[in-house]
Nanobody
């Protein structure tokens, strides 16, 4: 069993930055692929970014956040981060951290094994 707890969300203005954190506990999180998803009111949950569980930790991003968001991990602290820069109003959503007991990152929600409760990010104009 893996427990995930997100933090770092908040209310910001367009152009601002935020860094989300996802602290993991339970099983060794370094053996899992990690990802960030988000869900805005009235919309389906969507993939944002992911990082593989290989030593190199290859990263993947949704087209909507490429060049603005960066995912990273600190295996020693069992924590994954999402650095969000140049935030836009359309980035407003509840952001979820997810873990998958597999080497690869996928956009398919049902293939992820564990989810956090989410942290709210609100971007105002």
């Amino acid at each position: 069993q893996v427990q995930l707890v997100e933090s770092g969300g908040g209310l910001v203005h367009t152009g601002d930055s935020l860094r989300l954190s996802c602290a993991a506990s339970g099983r060794t999180i370094s053996s899992y692929a990690m990802g960030w998803f988000r869900q805005a009111p009235g919309k389906e949950r969507e993939f944002v970014a992911g990082i593989g569980n290989t030593e190199m930790g290859i990263t993947y991003y949704a087209d909507s956040v490429k060049g603005r968001f960066t995912i990273s991990r600190d295996s020693a602290k069992m924590t994954v981060y999402l650095q969000m820069n140049s935030l836009k109003v359309e980035d407003t959503a509840l952001y979820y951290c997810a873990a998958r007991n597999n080497v690869g990152v996928t956009r398919i929600l049902s293939l992820w094994d564990y989810w956090g409760q989410g942290t709210q990010v609100t971007v105002s104009s």
